[in-house]
Nanobody
Framework: QVQLVEFGGGLVSPGGSLTLTCIGS????????MSWYRQPPGKERDLVAG????????TYDASVEGRATITRDNANNTIYLQMNNLRPEDTAVYFC?????WGRGIQVTVSG
């Protein structure tokens, strides 16, 4: 059974940083491109960042370009999303995704 579990959300002050973690299980992690999505209150779920199976390629939404870094550790079935200089508009539920599988999401709130 494919499972994706996110960790690391919470309340952060504007300008602060945090790192989200997603641990996958039930599949061969290294065979899949992975990504982070987010859904702000009352809005659609959109791509934040993606990473290829071997970390050779990454992609970022323009809204986080230069402030976010996506990485992965295939040995530990984990991807990370480090975000710096957080803004109130980064407030959202953040989801880990593998093709058609989604994590439950984790809340990130940027407020001061």
């Amino acid at each position: 059974q494919v499972q994706l579990v996110e960790f690391g959300g919470g309340l952060v002050s504007p300008g602060g940083s945090l790192t989200l973690t997603c641990i996958g299980s039930g599949f061969t992690f290294s065979r899949y491109d992975m990504s982070w999505y987010r859904q702000p209150p009352g809005k659609e779920r959109d791509l934040v960042a993606g990473i290829s199976r071997n970390s050779e390629h990454t992609t970022y939404d323009a809204s986080v370009e230069g402030r976010a870094t996506i990485t992965r550790d295939n040995a530990n079935n984990t991807i990370y999303l480090q975000m710096n200089n957080l803004r109130p508009e980064d407030t959202a539920v953040y989801f880990c995704r593998r093709e058609d599988a989604w994590g439950r999401g984790i809340q990130v709130t940027v407020s001061g």
